[in-house]
């Protein structure tokens, strides 16, 4: 169930207030960039690593990957200005692959075992993103005022990897692209299509490195995972 991973990483994370990249800044003394890296490294099926990159933060990821050997990494072509763009200018790189993944370079605590869940229904169905149920009450709101209580039972809080044929998720990118829509992930492109995407069950720890808030979390995870700053 070999597969090719597309990582994101030019964004400016405003959010973190950090003044810079915030892949750069340190989990348990290493980079969230690296920490993500690391399980495709260490994942056998894994055959190749994308990283979308900003031009001028290309010459220091290289040093990073050195010095912390990574090395699967097959690109590191200029990122978009939004996620989107930086996914198609990596797939229009790549050879075609059976199955490609799509992971937040932000999300360093995504496990193997999701990940081969998510590549086995990609290989089957197509499509297939991770995500989580929601378990807090939602509210559909307007105007500062509650419009409906929704069933939280069919609704999912939506995650990354997200596992597609290599095929589908290139129409799905080409077609975006001639027609101008910029979607908020990849799965909203091949739903576009008329395809259907699956979902996997994945796991709350599978944070999102956002706010400084989520540092704090992501240091407790590391901790429970017997991982020590």
């Keep these: 169930m070999q597969y090719e991973v597309v990582l994101p990483a030019a964004g400016s994370g405003k959010r973190m207030g950090a003044g810079q990249n915030k892949l750069f800044l340190l989990l348990a003394n290493k980079p969230i960039l690296i920490h993500t890296l690391e399980v495709f490294e260490q994942d056998e099926n894994c055959t190749g690593i994308w990283l979308a990159v900003k031009p001028e933060e290309r010459e220091f990821i290289q040093q990073l990957l050195r010095e912390y050997q990574i090395t699967k990494v097959k690109g590191l ?3 978009g200005e939004e996620r989107q763009h930086s996914v198609h200018s990596c797939i229009k790189e790549m050879e075609q692959v059976e199955i490609v993944l799509v992971h937040d370079a932000a999300r360093p605590f995504i496990t193997q075992n999701i990940i081969a869940s998510l590549v086995k229904r990609a290989i089957e169905q197509g499509a297939a993103i991770a995500g989580v149920k929601a378990k807090d009450t939602m509210k559909k709101v307007k ?6 209580t ?5 609704l999912w809080m939506i995650q990354t990897p997200q596992a597609f044929r290599y095929d589908l998720l ?3 990118e080409d077609v975006a692209e001639k027609v101008g829509f ?8 091949v739903e576009r299509l008329g395809y259907p995407v699956h ?9 999102k490195m956002t706010t400084k808030e989520d540092l704090v979390l992501g240091e407790a ?3 429970k995972r017997g991982i020590n700053s």
Aim: charged share 30%; hydrophobic share 45%; no cysteine.
């Design 77 to 79: 072509p200029d990122g």
């Design 143 to 148: 105007d500062g005022i509650i419009v409906e």
């Design 150 to 154: 929704v069933d939280r039972e069919s």
């Design 170 to 172: 290139a129409e799905a």
């Design 182 to 189: 910029l979607g908020t992930d990849e799965a909203m492109l």
């Design 199 to 207: 979902i996997v069950e994945a796991s709350y720890d599978n944070l």
């Design 221 to 223: 995870i590391l901790k």
